[in-house]
């Protein structure tokens, strides 16, 4: 059996070549193609993750920055309850200073006259009696006793008025402690009931 030996034309080597070029930059840019679209997967991953990360950073924070204004207005609201409760005991104290105060000067007061009708009695039967300058006399005592009768009930006086609007002062207070601290109490229970919901959320947010 005969082997026969067909001519193949001149550039049929040259064509496998340039077809073997083509089909290897082929290869290479589809690989290049490939690698960019995986890279940009990934870039545009990270970058989702960290938009995701970011966008619950913010409402982690705005969550947070509820709490925190919630806080200052129940701190407030505290605050106003206390003050209203501190006017309330000031105001009870000085009720209870100016009471004391009053009975005191009651008794001094009343020890005063007890004093003065004492001292009277005598130098008006002076005054009235037969010895003309006994009476004289008589009547020259009782004058000094009324003027300083006069000027210790007078002082008497003022200590007693002193006294009395502090009474007056300390029932005051009391009453608009009574009413602001009503005022105060009603809001410490919205703003407590703000705060306790405020950080619901937060804990909720922050899962």
Known sequence: MGIFFVNLPNNFTKTTYNFQVQTLKKIAMNKLILNCLTISAALFFVFSVSTGYAQDDAKVKKLQDKVDAAKLKAAKADAKVTSADSLITAGKEMEKEADGELKSLDKE?????????????????????????????????????????????????????????????????????????????????????????AEKSLEKGSK
């Not at 009453?175 to 105060?184: C, D, V």
């Open 109 to 197: 007061l009343k020890a005063l006259d007890k004093e003065y009708f004492a001292s009277t009695k005598p130098l008006e039967k002076q005054v009235n009696g037969k010895d003309k300058d006994e009476a004289k006399q008589a009547k020259v005592d009782l004058k000094t006793l009324d003027t300083k009768y006069k000027a210790d009930k007078k002082e008497l006086d003022a200590k007693i008025k002193v006294a009395l609007k502090k009474y007056d002062t300390g029932k005051k207070l009391q009453i608009k402690g009574k009413e602001t601290g009503k005022k105060a109490k009603d809001t410490k229970k919205l703003t407590d009931k703000a705060l306790k919901d």
